[in-house]
């Protein structure tokens, strides 16, 4: 009488760690391919969890432009060394931006507010200048940045 019962828990525990495996197979093979084929599709996290299309041409540009220049010091979404970018354009004029970038130092030096501000919230560490950035490639690093909000 307990042989058939103990074949019973024995193939039931079986299907169990059977169905545990596949459903773990599935879960690692969905998030590998959400995560490489981040160029197709980028997921947003936070309480709306929609898919968000691809970067558009600019924030690529912006992208490849983060990474070169503002990666070391920057997070698009979070505080680092310095800010968090996302959303700075929303926060301070463009041609503000625009000269912060080209020069921070002469700008604190100018006794601007917002710059002697920026500068003392972060330790009063000296952003780099970046003058060889455009206009235009200050403006796509932004539009990437905004991208997280």
């Given at each position: 009488?307990?042989?058939?019962?103990?074949?019973?828990?024995?193939?039931?525990?079986?299907?169990?760690?059977?169905?545990?495996?596949?459903?773990?197979?599935?879960?690692?093979?969905?998030?590998?391919?959400?995560?490489?084929?981040?160029?197709?599709?980028?997921?947003?996290?936070?309480?709306?969890?929609?898919?968000?299309?691809?970067?558009?041409?600019?924030?690529?540009?912006?992208?490849?432009?983060?990474?070169?220049?503002?990666?070391?010091?920057?997070?698009?979404?979070?505080?680092?060394?310095?800010?968090?970018?996302?959303?700075?354009?929303?926060?301070?004029?463009?041609?503000?931006?625009?000269?912060?970038?080209?020069?921070?130092?002469?700008?604190?030096?100018?006794?601007?507010?917002?710059?002697?501000?920026?500068?003392?919230?972060?330790?009063?560490?000296?952003?780099?200048?970046f003058p060889q950035l455009s206009h235009d490639e200050i403006d796509a690093i932004l539009a990437y940045a905004d991208y997280y909000l």
């Amino acid at each position: 009488m307990l042989e058939p019962l103990t074949k019973i828990i024995a193939y039931t525990f079986t299907f169990m760690i059977l169905a545990v495996g596949i459903c773990a197979g599935v879960v690692l093979y969905i998030d590998h391919n959400a995560t490489s084929n981040h160029s197709k599709l980028a997921i947003q996290t936070g309480p709306d969890l929609t898919l968000k299309p691809q970067f558009n041409e600019q924030q690529l540009l912006g992208q490849n432009l983060f990474k070169a220049n503002c990666a070391s010091c920057h997070k698009p979404n979070k505080r680092a060394v310095g800010p968090a970018l996302a959303g700075v354009s929303n926060k301070y004029d463009r041609d503000w931006i625009y000269s912060w970038i080209e020069d921070p130092q002469a700008k604190i030096a100018s006794g601007d507010a917002d710059a002697i501000k920026i500068y003392n919230e972060y330790n009063q560490t000296n952003m780099n200048a970046f003058p060889q950035l455009s206009h235009d490639e200050i403006d796509a690093i932004l539009a990437y940045a905004d991208y997280y909000l």
